[in-house]
């Protein structure tokens, strides 16, 4: 069921670097970003080729629904100390006994004692933090540094005191015993270091936890090698249904025996060694994930990755994502690059106008249409479409309740999960998680019930024997499976074909040639800005050519496509093979173009 079910809320799932993993021997998998709280463990389960121990929440591993799934791929529960965070009874006061030397905080009327705070919790208040040293009383505790924003706050508030969050210190040896047992006896473990889920678009600050499991059990066995394995996790549309996914492995990272030594010898040696791993994973992560420093910035790596692309190419999934990548680097050592700032700017004045005319990149080459082409294929494709919905209406009335259901008890947690955060922007993080399960449960419920009717209907109204109406319901059951599969499948051609619809509708009536020179001036730009600093981004070019994709022939047989196309709209549309063209309409649908030579030859790249 976990090998079937991440191929629900996603319409492909591709692995990269599966043949890195060590076969065998303890392996510890980092993954990031966590961008799908429960669908991220199951895409690695499934695609890893090796049994894998999850470290999962306790609020999760407790609930229902979420934890038996937890406890059927044998789960690791942890205590997150953010889940135990409550409101402070009480107000917070600047401490009138605070010296240089002993930093204090009071309470009024807190009670910092019945609330259990302990040595190391952490308190918080107006965007501050201190951490605990010790609980001197119900209303006084000493912290181990008072900043500066701290004082501040605590003074300007006065008398009147400041509100306040407790966040206690967990004692996590039994889970580290745990992780520790298993990586000794050569299992997998998988950890998300970022300590939780989110829908941010960079990596949140990676926790220690990883370091320390690996470089304690090879201190407990001097005989073991954990292998780390950085994962990357990209989604396009994560929280959306049918939408698509890359699984990257990394190369594994080997901890040397030097930081064994150093992490045995504790103090400041021990810390060190923890933060050179760290940082390791860190960079691991980095190389097999596509992040961005907020949405804007996304959504310009993702424009500038499709103007690259020629018109004529059709780029694979894990293509894509390594050329998001590229650009995401580019974007970010580059930044102060005048070619490269200007390239931006562009970008999203490109954007902006696309806007405007309230279409997607992928579609501005199908607005070159004369107009009576133009108007008998938005005909064609509007019959098209009631015929597809037409045909998909059975199945989706039957299927109805579930979408309903799943929609709005995943809304109700993404705003749970949103009040009990602070990194989570939307909590779509949650969504494709809650959708899935939901679906799990309703679907079987709502199947045994038409069932029942059916049968019940049968056996009353009926002349069929009892073993004709067993037959009936199951034949019943059956057709219905299948109509849910097929209404998914006509819906999903049904709003492609919609979405096709809106260049047409501009082809017939809209003066677009603006749009379509800007795209093919665009696009030579960008071919330029990465010729020049792509061998800056790999320090030589030869290697830079090594690792393109793209080939220079490639870029030019694309520039001679579109400024064919570009030259006469009407001609281009009797010579333009567009019923080649993949009629995928998704968020990234680099569909393959042949062009047709005056000769009759055809011309670009085959469609594999």
Known sequence: MLTVQPHNPHSEVKARGAYKIPQRGPVLFVVGPHANQFIDPMVLVTHAGRSVSFLMAKKSYDKPGIGFFGKSIGAIPVVRPQDLAKKGIGKLVESPDTTDDVKFVDGVETQFIQQGVNARAVI???????EVVDVLSDTRVRVKVLS????????????EGLSFKVTPHVDQGEMFHTVVARLNEGKCVGI??????????DLLPLKAGAPIMALQAMAENEFLNVQIVPTGLNYFNAHKWRSRAVIEFGDPITITKEQVAAYKQGGESKRKAIAEVLDTIFKGLKSVTVTAKDYDSLMLIQAARRLYRPIHMKLTIDETVYLNRRFAEVFSKFNDDPLVQDTMERV???NRLLKSYGIEDHQVMRTSFGKRVAASKFTLRVVEAFFLFACAAPGALLHAPIALIAKKISQQKAAEALRESSVKIEGNDVVATWKVLVSLVVAPLLYILYSLIFFLYLF????????????????????????????????????????????????????????RLMRADLAARINQTITEIGPRLYNSKEEFEASRIIRPEDLRYGEIVVEKMNKSKNKVVDDFRWEEVDKSESENPDGVFLFKGKDGVVEGKKNE
């Open 148 to 159: 500066e924003g701290a004082s501040k706050a605590l003074g300007e508030a006065g008398s």
């Open 124 to 130: 918080a208040f107006s965007g501050q933090t201190v």
């Open 348 to 350: 999203k004045e490109y």
């Open 460 to 515: 009353v109204t009926s002349t069929f024997t009892l073993r004709q109406c067993v037959l009936s319901t199951l034949l019943f059951t059956l057709v219905t499976c299948v109509f849910g599969v097929a209404a998914m499948r006509a819906s999903e051609i049904g709003i492609d074909v919609l979405k096709s619809l809106r260049p047409l509708y501009l082809s017939i009536f809209a003066d677009t040639e603006v749009l």
């Open 192 to 201: 998300f270091p970022e300590g939780g889920s989110h829908d941010r678009t």
